[in-house]
């Protein structure tokens, strides 16, 4: 039985398995792609995924449901199909990650229920579970939720001495996908992989690159005396296509042309490759400040730097690594795939769990999977809601600090509020905010206590 390593995407998805001699391999799809997109088309009630709903979704954009990794885990977004039938992100996840693991089957001619999924490495907790969840409900037996830039930092160390003589060293993984965004920096020694800060933003990846030049071609062929591509679902989608690979091409060469037809003529607006450096200045930078934050969180300088590894579809673009040279003065480089990397370390991951899983029972020489070893930190902070001793006003008190080394345990003290108090609210939070309006309750429970005519001393301990 072959264990799956599956990069769900925002806008496309990836699986790898092992082959014979212990080596991650992409597997393509049925199509004989490598990339799968991550679209959903509702054919009556009947989901078409990939590519050929891609291409039904540009002829009805209504039964078409694409960018969903954005709403995992938000517990009120519903799809609603033509037939007037609900799906939630994860059903919707779920059909992808079906497709993947059916066609993964289908070349590998074996069993593959156990999978490794990965995740943005600033997910919370409901969108980690919420991919758990799909993963269940696409018939999978869900190993472990991985960060991507994680898994991606394998797939880099995978076979080699990364230092060049064997020696430990840290890189940084920049990730920039379809739909988000991750840096985290990684000590590499030998199989032993130590996650030492990450950050991110889930709402920032090459689709809002595509936003921005969708804008700008827009302005240009209305400038010409044409219509907006805007006001039309189909129209919109047209141009997100021609946009999308104009950037690619940017990618290669210096320039290239976007060309709009609204049925009684042809528009064609150019694009150089500074000119798109300038219209996605703001998300660049912003991808540069949470570089800056990540360093300083682990602790490591400019020029403290073994590599930093590139990952993600939007990191092919120029200015990407312009930047992080400039930031970091370290080595860019370019040797891991961007696309497939993340699942390619999945997959070694799903390997090692699986082979740890059956251990003992079907015996066997180790592999290089079997000695991994991957220690996470906390994407977020823990915390608790409580009353401030000055104001009375609800706080969020943090007992696990972001950036912590998993498993991690924190201590706080607490007091009641008032006499003859007979229990207490416990209110576990992720975020790093003061503010409990801007962070995410992950649960709460009630405890009951003694009842005392004193304010009472309470210790809480969490555990991650």
Known sequence: MAALGIDLGTTY????????????QVIANREGEILTPSVVYFDGESPLVGSAAAAAGALSPYDCVELVKRHIGDGSWRCVTAGGNYYTAEQVSAMVLRRLAVDARTRLDEPCSEAVITVPAYFDDARRRATAD?????????????NEPTAAAVAYGFGRSVGGAGEPVTVMVYDWGGGTFDVTVVHVAGSEYQVLATAGDRNLGGYDIDNALMLYVDEHVIAQGGATSLDSDVAELMLREKCERAKRELSDIGETTVTVEDGR???RVEVTRP??????HPLLQRTEEIVTEVMVDAGVRRG??????????????PAVTRMLHRVTAARVRHDVHPEEAVALGAALLADHLSSQRSKGVSGGSPTESDRLVVRDVTAHSLGLIARSPQTGAEINSIVIERNAPLPARGRQRFHTLAENQDEILVVVTQGEDTDPAYVTVVGSARIPIPPSDESVEIDVVIGY
């Open 275 to 280: 000119g798109f450096s300038e219209l996605i």
């Open 304 to 317: 403290g730097l073994y590599a930093a590894l590139l990952v993600g579809g939007s990191t092919r673009i």
């Open 13 to 24: 998805s990836v699986v790898a398995a092992l082959d014979a001699h212990g080596i991650p």
């Open 265 to 267: 003529r042809t528009y």
């Open 134 to 146: 799909a993963g269940i409900i696409a018939g999978l037996d869900v190993l472990r939720i991985v």
